[in-house]
């Protein structure tokens, strides 16, 4: 009986582990999630007084996080990360960050991110797709 029960235990872990990966897919959309996880790879680029990043073969890990409307996002490379930041739907599949102005823009929808942020004297910058 106890047998039965080990095996009965591994095959439910095993198919729930399945399941959870067979549900991540690139199709998921940011917008449209409680909760987004997703890697958009590309050029990515980071300034400060003293460090000076900047790769064609980056990527940055997005996360929505439990709020709803906060992402983070973790980029590779050494670049510091962002989190945080508030964002807006604009139209059906893209979000846009709150308080978007001329020096400090982010955009993320399904298939793009394009990231210029500025603050306290450095920048971040994403030009990636997924």
Known sequence: MKKAIKILGIFMLVLVTAMSFSSCSDDDDPTNN???????????????????????????????????????????????????IEF???????LVMIGSNGTSYIRIDNNELKILYIKDGKTWTANCTR
């Open 34 to 84: 409680d909760f987004f996880a997703g890697t958009y790879k590309g050029t990515v680029s980071y300034k400060d007084g003293s460090t000076d990043i900047n790769t064609d073969n980056g990527s940055v890990f997005v996360t929505k996080i439990a709020s709803g409307t906060k992402y983070n996002f973790a980029f590779s490379n050494s670049i510091p990360d962002l989190n945080g």
């Open 88 to 94: 807006n739907q604009e139209g059906d599949h893209t």
